[in-house]
């Protein structure tokens, strides 16, 4: 089924709900959105996580900062 289509038999669902169950159900649309934007930033860090720890590997830390304070 077309995906315009659905979303207008969703609208003339929603036509018939009144106010408060209208305000019920964009809240539970909103918290939906937020829970799954969520899911994603975690997702996001998860697969950077450890990500350039190769380039850092060989390089002692305390020397590599104290040569950058040198700039300052």
């Known amino acids: 089924m077309d995906t315009s289509i659905r979303i207008n038999r969703i609208l003339n669902q929603i ?3 009144d106010y408060n169950s209208r305000i019920n159900l964009v809240e539970k649309i909103l918290d939906s959105i937020k829970i799954r934007k969520s899911k994603k930033s975690i997702t996001i860090l998860t697969e950077l996580n450890g ?3 190769d380039i850092w590997e060989n390089i002692d830390i305390e020397k590599y900062i104290e040569s950058e304070r040198q700039w300052e």
């Open 51 to 53: 990500l350039g720890t």
């Open 15 to 17: 036509d018939t709900l």
